[in-house]
């Protein structure tokens, strides 16, 4: 990880924020799946904010979806699956297709959550979810 964060530390000081967001996520990663989890939900919503920022609306979906499958692990399923429904309903506007390691790195969240908290439950956040707009979506992942 500290290359990751010598990465984010040298686009920072560049100001190159495209560079940056794209070292974000990678970092994030490495978090997460080294069990840093709050740490990786930190870098992935400053991401999130930077890539709102620059008015990318694809961008911004992959960030959700991270933050979905994030939220899914630390075990809050109504929380993944809201994310998760406002991803998907910003995916189906951007007409954006998730790249073929998207699933790896991801996850199911949903199938997890309907394992957890019931099938019931899920599709209601999910409706829910669908029904945010962008900025709601945003303000709800900051959320803690």
Known sequence: MPTFEE??????????????????????????FSGQKERARGYYLRGLDLIVGAGNRQMSMGFLFLLSALEGELGRHQRAVRLWGAAEAAREVTGAVAPPVAGRIIGDPVAAARQAIG???????????RAMDRDAAIAYAHEA
């Open 7 to 32: 990465a984010v530390a040298f686009f920072e000081e560049l100001g190159d924020r495209w560079e940056l967001t794209d070292s974000l996520i990678p970092l994030g990663n490495a978090l997460r």
């Open 119 to 129: 099938d019931e439950v899920v599709d209601r956040a999910l409706a829910e979810g």
